[in-house]
Nanobody, 120 residues
Framework: QVQLAESGGGLVQAGGSLRLSCAAS????????MGWYRQAPGKQRDLVAT???????NYADSVKGRFTISRDTAKNTVYLQMNSLKPEDTAVYYC??????????????WGQGTQVTVSS
């Protein structure tokens, strides 16, 4: 069984910073993609930032230059550094990983979500 544990959300004023972390645990053979999505009330879940299977990064246009995704592959952990936060960044943030447990195929796993609230 694989579990993703997120931490780092909270309440911050506009212009502030937060750092999210997500660590995968359990039986893990390899991880070929990982990243962050977010979902605001009444809206769909949207991509924020990801590492692709090639190791490249993708960012939503709305966060480019403000958010930075990073990872520690030895710890099966992905981070999201969020700077210059805006009220429109308020959402539940979910981490995502595509994991192979035994070396045969990959499955998608999601964290439980962490609330980020940015006050104006």
């Amino acid at each position: 069984q694989v579990q993703l544990a997120e931490s780092g959300g909270g309440l911050v004023q506009a212009g502030g910073s937060l750092r999210l972390s997500c660590a995968a645990s359990g039986s893990i053979f390899s991880i070929n993609a990982m990243g962050w999505y977010r979902q605001a009330p009444g809206k769909q879940r949207d991509l924020v930032a990801t590492f692709t299977s090639l190791g490249t990064t993708n960012y939503a246009d709305s966060v480019k230059g403000r958010f930075t995704i990073s990872r520690d592959t030895a710890k099966n952990t992905v981070y999201l550094q969020m700077n210059s936060l805006k009220p429109e960044d308020t959402a539940v943030y979910y981490c995502y990983m595509r994991i192979s447990q035994y070396g045969f195929g990959f499955n998608d796993y999601w964290g439980q979500g962490t609330q980020v609230t940015v006050s104006s």
